[in-house]
């Protein structure tokens, strides 16, 4: 069984919970002269007052507000408004734990938190104490998040073997295709007729057994008519619809329809054609490591969530 150290990417997921959390604090509060301010929840001993929750969905009410109107309005807001209240109550309690368990942010790291912040365009003052202590407050979420999951987490191979098999779609390489194609362009905005009178032609000589190579070169206007329209090695998905559609049927050898496209009238040559294949465990080993261990680490960063609500006073005056 091998144990692994808590992961850089549960990390930048936390960071960017700590740039949302700076944005959202710049959000103008509504005036005291329209908002009578006034307690919502408590936790353990601490308040949460409702300028709190506005402060954090101001952000989402303005977005919904753009979007919306009504009754249906009205519904998105009250859920949007209890779920800023829910990650406004379990901040409380992640912080109380922080405390508990002498968890600290120093001065420097702050500082530097700060920098690095303001250099990717956020503009925050680090003047201002209030945008410095939710600074800090993010940088506690973060430490006693990672000390509650450092070391507590083990992936051993037979767990990744199974993922593995599990999820082997997800590890696949798609079917790939050789192709070649003769490309007839419209001449004009009105040329289409004249170009597919031209893509029929080709096809009775291609029926009549002229080489398919001869005729790209004779008649193509692709990029690849002189070498015989080659278009190569392309994987499935790459392809616009309508051309996919096209060759999808089409076994090693066999020659579509005419197509219409927006560049102009297609008609595809299936050279060859690659099965979808399995990239091998030992190349995904590293991968797969990093998806099993990121949804541990969340579903234990959830649990402990639960369990803090759970031994906690909770009282909610919404």
Do not use: C
Not at 2 to 11: A, K, Y
Not at 46 to 61: C, D, H, N, P, Y
């Amino acid at each position: 069984m091998r144990i692994f150290s808590f992961g850089s990417s549960w990390l930048i997921r936390l960071q960017l919970a700590l740039a949302l959390l700076v944005s959202s604090i710049w959000h103008p509060v509504t005036s005291s002269a329209y908002l009578q301010d006034r307690i919502v929840a408590i936790v353990n001993s601490e308040l949460i007052m409702l300028s709190e929750v506005k402060r954090e969905f101001g952000a989402e009410e303005a977005r919904l507000t753009r979007l919306h109107q009504g009754a249906d309005l009205a519904q998105r807001l009250k859920t949007a408004e209890y779920m800023a209240l829910t990650k406004l109550i379990e901040r409380k309690l992640q912080l109380q734990e922080a405390k508990a368990k002498k968890v600290e942010v120093l001065d420097f790291e702050v500082k530097k938190a700060l920098e690095q912040m303001k250099q990717q365009g956020n503009a925050l003052d680090p003047g201002n104490p209030i945008h410095v202590q939710n600074v800090r407050d993010q940088l506690l979420l973060m430490r006693v998040a990672d000390q509650h999951i450092r070391g507590n987490i083990t992936v051993g191979d037979s767990e990744l073997k199974r993922y593995y098999q599990e999820h082997r779609d997800r590890f696949a390489l798609s079917e790939e295709y050789e192709l070649s194609q003769i490309l007839i362009r419209p001449r004009s905005s009105d040329g289409l007729a004249d170009a597919l009178t031209k893509a029929r032609r080709v096809m009775n000589d291609l029926k009549r057994g002229e080489k398919f190579e001869d005729l790209a070169m004779q008649y193509s206007d692709g990029d690849t008519a002189l070498q015989g329209g080659r278009l190569g090695l392309v994987r499935q998905g790459e392809l616009i619809p309508i051309i996919e559609q096209a060759v999808v049927r089409l076994v090693p050898g066999g020659i579509s329809d005419i197509v219409e496209s927006p560049d102009g009238v297609h008609i595809i040559r299936m050279d060859d054609r690659k099965p979808k294949r399995f990239r091998p465990y030992e190349e995904v080993r590293r991968e797969i490591q990093e998806l099993v261990y990121q949804q541990k680490s969340e579903d234990m960063y959830q649990g402990w969530l639960v369990d803090l609500k759970n031994k906690a006073y909770i009282e909610i005056k919404f």
